[in-house]
C-alpha cells in the first residue's frame, strides 16, 4: 500500500499517512520503509508499469523537449506581428504555452469610451530551461563533466601514502 501511495507525490511522510500509518512518526516511517531493498524494488516496478502504461520513457521526453525547443515566434505571427488564429498555430504552440493574457483597450471614459482593440501577452515555455533539460538529458549529457577526481595506486587498489616525521634537529627539518 505505501509503494502505491509514494507514487503519488514521491513524498515520504505523507504516503505513511495514507497508507494507515500514524501521523505521529510518519516521516520516520515513511523513512524507514524507503530504506528496505524490496520496497525501492516494488516502487521502481510501480513505476516501470506506469511508464509503460502511459507510453512515457526517456525518449518521449526528449521528443517534447525539442518540440518545444523548436518553437518559433513566426509560427504564430504574420508578417504585420499580428497573432494568426489559433487554428492556424501549430500543434507544439496550443500544448505548450505557459499563459496567455487578454485585454480590452479603450479609449476614452466611462460611457463615451470606445474599445479600440485587445492586448494580447503570449508567455511561451522558458527556452533557456528548456535547453538546459535537454542538455541534461540521459542520451545527449552535455553538462557532463568529464573529469575524475580519483586517486588510484598501484594494480588499481587504493592509493598508499608514506608521511615521515622527523624531530628538530634532525635530518628533514624545513
Known amino acids: 500500500m505505501f509503494c502505491h501511495e509514494y507514487l503519488i507525490d514521491l513524498k515520504a511522510g505523507p504516503a505513511a499517512v495514507r ?7 510518519a516521516d520516520q516511517n515513511g523513512y524507514n520503509l524507503l530504506q528496505e531493498e524490496a520496497v525501492r524494488q ?5 513505476k516501470q508499469a506506469r511508464n509503460e502504461q502511459i507510453n512515457i520513457d526517456a525518449c518521449y521526453v526528449l521528443q517534447r523537449l525539442l518540440e518545444i525547443d523548436n ?13 494568426r488564429l489559433l487554428a492556424e498555430w501549430p500543434a507544439a504552440w496550443r500544448r505548450y504555452l505557459s499563459g496567455v493574457d487578454l485585454a480590452e483597450m479603450f479609449e476614452g471614459r466611462g460611457e463615451a469610451r470606445d474599445a479600440i482593440g485587445m ?41 598508499t601514502f608514506v608521511v615521515q616525521f622527523s624531530k628538530r634537529g634532525e635530518e628533514g627539518e624545513g
Open 19 to 25: 497508507a494507515g500509518y500514524s501521523k505521529n512518526g
Open 42 to 46: 516494488r516502487i521502481d516496478e510501480l
Open 71 to 83: 518553437m518559433d515566434v513566426a509560427d504564430i505571427l504574420d508578417e504585420d506581428l499580428r497573432v
Open 119 to 159: 492586448l494580447k501577452k503570449i508567455k511561451w515555455p522558458d527556452k533557456v530551461k528548456n535547453l538546459e533539460l535537454l542538455g541534461k538529458h540521459v542520451s545527449v549529457q552535455a553538462f557532463k563533466d568529464n573529469v575524475k577526481n580519483e586517486l588510484t595506486g598501484v594494480d588499481g587498489q587504493a592509493p
